[in-house]
């Protein structure tokens, strides 16, 4: 009877390590902006911010634009270089503070990036923009 407890009590154990760490191996995920406001941008500090380089912009509804962003030095971050795709999902602001969309993105252009879901442990980061604000226009 006592092994019996012991081998139950062992295995209660186990269980909730295995529990811990399945848990705790989902993937690297950003904080994901609350619900972006529709009149200002997140007000927790960028994932990213700095330059957009390497802008491909698809053709049709399914090919979502696809950047570079190399983080401005000193900024602070979660990363330094990532590759950010926008989804009909991802919340834009213009430099001049009012929402815009995927169109007014430019390559050239400051941005600060809100990653929203998985991020993709890669180098550079592979991750899809939440929210999007235009620091400088062109």
Same mark, same amino acid.
Request: proline share 9%; charged share 10%.
């Given at each position: !009877?006592?092994?019996?407890?012991?081998?139950?009590?062992?295995?209660? =154990?186990?269980?909730? +390590?295995?529990?811990?760490? =399945?848990?705790?191996?989902?993937?690297?995920?950003?904080? @994901?902006?609350? *619900?972006?406001?529709?009149?200002?941008?997140?007000? *927790?500090?960028?994932?990213? #911010?700095?330059?957009? *380089?390497? +802008? #491909?912009?698809? #053709?049709?509804? &399914?090919?979502?634009? =696809?950047? +570079?962003?190399?983080?401005?030095?000193? @900024? $602070?971050? *979660?990363? &330094?270089?990532?590759?950010?795709? !926008?989804?009909?999902?991802?919340?834009? /602001?213009?430099?001049?503070?009012?929402? $815009?969309?995927?169109? &007014?993105?430019?390559? $050239? @252009?400051?941005?600060?990036? /809100?990653?929203?879901?998985?991020?993709?442990?890669?180098?550079?980061?592979?991750?899809?923009?939440?929210?999007? @604000?235009?620091? #400088?226009? +062109?």
């Amino acid at each position: !009877m006592r092994r019996t407890s012991r081998a139950l009590a062992a295995l209660a =154990v186990l269980a909730a +390590l295995g529990a811990a760490v =399945v848990g705790g191996c989902g993937g690297a995920t950003a904080a @994901q902006p609350a *619900s972006p406001s529709p009149s200002a941008p997140p007000s *927790s500090p960028a994932d990213i #911010t700095g330059p957009v *380089s390497d +802008l #491909t912009v698809g #053709t049709g509804d &399914d090919a979502p634009p =696809v950047f +570079l962003v190399v983080a401005d030095p000193g @900024q $602070g971050g *979660s990363v &330094d270089r990532a590759s950010v795709r !926008m989804t009909a999902d991802t919340v834009v /602001w213009t430099a001049e503070g009012v929402r $815009g969309n995927a169109t &007014d993105l430019a390559a $050239g @252009q400051r941005v600060a990036v /809100w990653f929203s879901g998985p991020v993709a442990e890669s180098y550079p980061v592979q991750a899809t923009a939440g929210a999007l @604000q235009i620091l #400088t226009s +062109l």
